[in-house]
């Protein structure tokens, strides 16, 4: 029998393959906190924008289409774009901004004049027990009294000119603006207004770093009513013995069948009570910071 030799096998003839090179995982930088919240603000912002947005070319849309579609009668509402056409050119000529400014005048003269007697005279009865059960029968007298109920009553002891324009828009929005006023001050923690006491705040200290603070939401929810009801009565006001005003301009195009000028001048209303809006908004916003959480600055 032959034996079994053992092969021997020299170190040079034996190939190592080479180990495949192993995946190093580089790490990504991490993003800062300022740019992370900066874009999570900037998506938050857009979605808010673009939802109304969308709502507002819904129906734009509806409106272009209903009257060219047969929907409705196109004489009696005329498609967005005409009417568009329409403002335009009465922008263009400067009826539109006549009209306008008288509109503006008499609305933020009444509204101001409203304004600056409606929040004091709200936070003297809200304040003062004396004083709301001497004002309160009378107030509740009026408050329950329709303001375009007495047009004819102001046009008779005012005149038709301006005043009983004005008077008239003063007594729609002095209500909204007193009750606000009234629930806010109320409605003011007392454990805030305890606190303050108990720190050694005196009366006025109390009522401008405590109740006025925490009455402004109310108060500006009664703001944001009143500008709504000012623009309302303004023009029932000026359809009634009025030269110039949106509520003149929609009334005269009415009688002269100019129905695209009509409906323009009710889309300047909507576009100045939208700006209204959005100013007493960013005001209320701009007063109420101290409301505001972290996580929504």
Do not use: C
Not at 85 to 107: D, K
Not at 164 to 171: E, F, Q, T
Not at 191 to 210: E, H, T, Y
Request: no cysteine; hydrophobic share 55%; proline share 7%.
């Amino acid at each position: 029998m032959s034996s079994a030799v053992p092969l021997l096998v020299r170190p040079s003839e034996v190939t190592v393959e080479p180990a495949a090179p192993r995946a190093v995982a580089i790490p990504r930088p991490a993003l800062p906190a300022g740019l992370v919240r900066a874009a999570r603000t900037s998506a938050t912002t857009l979605v808010r924008i673009t939802k109304p947005l969308l709502a507002f070319v819904l129906l734009l849309g509806a409106w272009e289409l209903a009257p060219r579609l047969g929907v409705v009668d196109e004489v009696f509402l005329p498609p967005f774009s005409v009417v568009v056409q329409a403002f335009a050119e009465l922008s263009a000529n400067g009826q539109l901004g006549e009209h306008v400014s008288a509109s503006l005048t008499r609305s933020v003269t009444g509204f101001s004049i409203a304004l600056v007697i409606a929040v004091p005279v709200g936070i003297a009865i809200a304040w003062y027990k004396p004083v709301s059960d001497f004002l309160n029968p009378v107030l509740e007298l009026f408050r329950n009294t329709a303001a375009l109920a007495l047009l004819p009553v102001f046009v008779l002891i005012l005149g038709i000119g301006e005043t009983s324009k004005i008077a008239l828009i003063g007594y729609a929005t002095f209500f909204p603006i007193l009750l606000n006023t009234i629930t806010g001050v109320r409605t003011v923690d007392p454990l805030l207004v305890k606190s303050a006491v108990s720190l050694g705040f005196s009366p006025l200290r109390l009522f401008q770093k405590v109740i006025l603070p925490a009455a402004i939401p109310s108060i500006f929810t009664g703001i944001r009513m009143a500008a709504a009801g000012s623009i309302l009565v303004l023009i029932a006001a000026e359809m009634v013995g009025a030269r110039a005003g949106l509520g003149y301009l929609i009334t005269a195009a009415q009688q002269n069948f100019q129905i695209p000028q009509m409906y323009a001048g009710i889309v300047a209303i909507s576009l100045i009570g939208l700006g209204f809006n959005f100013a007493l908004v960013a005001l209320e916003r701009r007063l109420s910071r101290w409301r505001t959480s972290p996580t929504d600055a």
